[in-house]
């Protein structure tokens, strides 16, 4: 019987310490992915290319706060559920401010830089949504984190194809509606992120 339960122990403290570098790696991914695609908006004057290192901010800070309660109990990782889904919820206002003072401040983002940026941000989100797929249907610090992870996959092919549209029509609109569609993205998202750990935080308090 006492095997039994140090085995069990062990188990735990395993899957755990597997969680938190997964959890590392996509951490560092996307603090990096964050410096790169703030400088190539800058430069290039795209909203969407802003929208998506936001977006990776919010998920760096998301993902520190997911390696801080793993291990924790079920109503404090519900409770860091509630401050991933408000930081999203933050990186949507931002982009909704940044559409608008674009639509005020029209302009022709540069299409290369753009599109370099989108592939390299892309490769990065397809590694950081691979590693955290196995633990999708998990609790629901980790389940949020994947929940993130593939929001910046669509992030990534999104503003590819604001790329492609700024490149076929020279005009800044599609990277406008771009980053208008990622901001509906963006709002989706904390709606199932806080809405889950509204879930397991009531649960917990039954």
């Given at each position: 019987?006492?095997d039994?339960?140090?085995?069990g122990?062990?188990?735990?403290?395993?899957?755990?310490?597997?969680?938190?570098r997964?959890?590392?790696i996509?951490?560092?991914i996307?603090?990096?992915?964050?410096v790169?695609?703030?400088?190539?908006?800058?430069?290039?004057g795209?909203?969407?290319?802003?929208?998506?290192?936001?977006d990776?901010?919010?998920?760096?800070?998301?993902?520190?706060?997911?390696?801080?309660?793993?291990?924790?109990s079920?109503r404090?990782?519900?409770?860091?559920?509630?401050?991933?889904?408000?930081?999203?919820?933050?990186a949507?206002m931002?982009?909704?401010?940044?559409?608008g003072?674009?639509?005020?401040?029209?302009?022709?983002?540069?299409f290369?830089?753009?599109?370099?940026a989108?592939?390299?941000?892309?490769?990065?989100?397809?590694?950081?949504?691979?590693?955290?797929?196995p633990?999708?249907?998990g609790?629901?610090?980790?389940?949020?984190a994947?929940?993130?992870?593939?929001n910046d996959?669509f992030?990534?092919?999104a503003?590819?194809l604001?790329?492609?549209?700024v490149?076929?029509?020279?005009?800044?609109w599609p990277?406008?509606?771009?980053?208008?569609?990622l901001?509906v993205?963006f709002?989706?998202?904390?709606?199932?992120?806080?809405?889950?750990?509204?879930r397991?935080?009531?649960?917990?308090?039954?």
């Amino acid at each position: 019987m006492g095997d039994s339960c140090c085995s069990g122990t062990v188990d735990i403290r395993a899957m755990e310490a597997r969680q938190r570098r997964v959890l590392m790696i996509v951490l560092e991914i996307n603090i990096a992915t964050f410096v790169m695609m703030l400088s190539a908006a800058i430069y290039s004057g795209s909203s969407s290319l802003l929208s998506g290192s936001l977006d990776n901010l919010g998920d760096a800070l998301t993902y520190l706060l997911s390696i801080a309660v793993i291990g924790a109990s079920t109503r404090a990782k519900a409770k860091v559920a509630l401050l991933k889904g408000l930081l999203i919820l933050g990186a949507a206002m931002a982009v909704a401010v940044q559409v608008g003072w674009r639509l005020a401040h029209p302009e022709v983002p540069i299409f290369e830089a753009i599109g370099i940026a989108a592939l390299l941000n892309l490769a990065f989100n397809g590694i950081c949504l691979w590693l955290l797929t196995p633990y999708r249907h998990g609790d629901v610090n980790m389940a949020s984190a994947w929940e993130c992870s593939r929001n910046d996959v669509f992030e990534g092919f999104a503003v590819l194809l604001a790329a492609v549209g700024v490149w076929l029509f020279d005009a800044g609109w599609p990277d406008l509606l771009i980053a208008a569609a990622l901001l509906v993205m963006f709002l989706r998202s904390a709606w199932r992120v806080l809405r889950s750990a509204w879930r397991s935080y009531k649960r917990e308090d039954a």
